[in-house]
């Protein structure tokens, strides 16, 4: 855990010159001053002071060197962005100025930044500024969460998050904030990693593409009648373009997409890459429900359906489960104390289910009568 540096300052860290605007203790209208931009302070000194004082216990000092702050000019902001302040001082730049693309890239080039500040920075910065934290292999290394932050980051080039890990995979760092990063690890092996370059790659174009085509929703509609599937005519083009993804690239899809892309890659052949999408963080309950009811998803993953406590505390997914003939069997099994009276009779008639599954249903079925 990268230790995050906080405000305020101590104010034996403050330089002299400033202590007396800056003292918690000192008088209320020097501080105010001071919070309003109207002491003479100038450049690096300034900045500091006001980003102490947006810590003050007033809440009018507090606010007056927050909206100073904020107001100042680019030709007074920016330098201080590259002198050796404190990293607390730096750590508020960062979340006040987050939109800002100039300050990040200021921070992002400055060695004084604490890492907390640039993994925090790297989670959604925009491109421009993962490429310039990228090429840092020193910081990288010593901090791995930034790697993770922005393998995470959708703005991130896909060839540059194949470089991360690469990166980490030759220095034997341990990325644990990245599902699936051993199968990661060896989906690059032998790959031909591309130097860092000016310009996205085609590859790097399609892959951003990809997720701008996708969507919070199922891609896939589903027969009631004979639960036959097929791609939503809207998500086709996202389904081929999934489809010409090498294994690395569909294992962050499912990490970074939405339930569009999810569903799509819940059925890719590739067990790692089901395995991903079933397992990413952003899968929810209602698209577990839908896959546990596909004909078309992998043994494995309705295992993984079945065995996560929190998707069973629905009873749909475990209905779906026992009503699902790819299930195993000994799953299947254990759900049928949890089934009502209607859905083991339903299942005790259903066509493929295994009969031992049947059988043991319609007994059940019976205990009610």
């Known amino acids: 855990m990268l230790a995050i540096p ?72 920016l330098p201080a962005c590259d002198e050796d302040l404190n990293p607390a001082v730096f750590h508020e730049l960062a979340r ?30 925009p491109e421009k500024i993962t490429e310039i934290i990228a090429v840092n292999q020193q910081r990288l290394l010593g901090a791995p969460q930034i790697i993770e932050a922005l393998y995470k980051n959708r703005n991130t080039r896909m060839s540059t998050a194949d470089r991360l890990i690469e990166l980490a995979a030759r220095h034997e760092v341990e990325l644990t904030g990245i599902p699936m990063f051993e199968e990661l690890k060896k989906a690059i092996q032998g790959q031909l990693i591309p130097e860092p370059s000016d310009e996205p790659l085609p590859s790097d174009q399609a892959f951003a593409m990809a997720l701008d ?35 690395g690239e569909k294992i962050r899809m499912a990490l970074l997409g939405n339930a569009a ?21 952003a899968m929810g309950e209602s698209e577990a429900k839908n896959a546990a009811q596909s004909r078309e998803v992998s043994e494995d993953v309705l295992r993984f359906i079945g065995k996560k ?19 195993p069997l000994a799953l299947s099994m254990g759900f049928l104390a949890h089934l009502r009276r209607n859905d083991l009779r339903a299942l005790s008639r259903s066509r493929g289910i295994p009969g031992p599954l ?8 019976r205990k009610f009568e």
């Open 6 to 77: 906080n405000l305020p300052i101590p104010t034996d860290a403050i330089p002299a010159a400033l202590r007396r605007f800056a003292d918690p203790n000192g008088p209320t209208p020097a501080r105010m001053l001071a919070a309003r931009g109207m002491v003479p302070v100038r450049g690096g000194d300034l900045v500091l002071l006001l980003a102490q004082l947006t810590a003050d216990t007033d809440p009018a000092v507090s606010k007056a060197a927050g909206d100073t702050l904020q107001g100042l000019p680019e030709n007074v902001l």
């Open 96 to 125: 006040r100025f987050s939109a800002n693309p100039q300050v990040l890239a200021h921070l992002a080039s400055n060695h004084a930044v604490a890492d907390a500040t640039i993994a925090q920075i790297s989670a959604h910065c």
């Open 213 to 247: 085509e996708d969507a919070d929703q199922d891609a896939v509609a589903r027969d009631e009648v004979d639960g036959t599937e097929e791609t939503k005519e809207e998500f086709v083009p996202l389904q081929a373009k999934l489809r010409g993804m090498n294994v």
């Open 261 to 281: 892309t999810r569903s799509i890659l819940l059925r890719d052949p590739n067990r790692v890459v089901c395995m991903a999408a079933i397992s990413s963080p």
């Open 309 to 327: 406590r929190e998707w069973l505390r629905s009873y749909e997914i475990k209905r779906h489960l026992c009503n699902n003939p790819k299930t």
């Open 358 to 365: 049947k059988q043991a249903a319609k007994r059940r079925s």
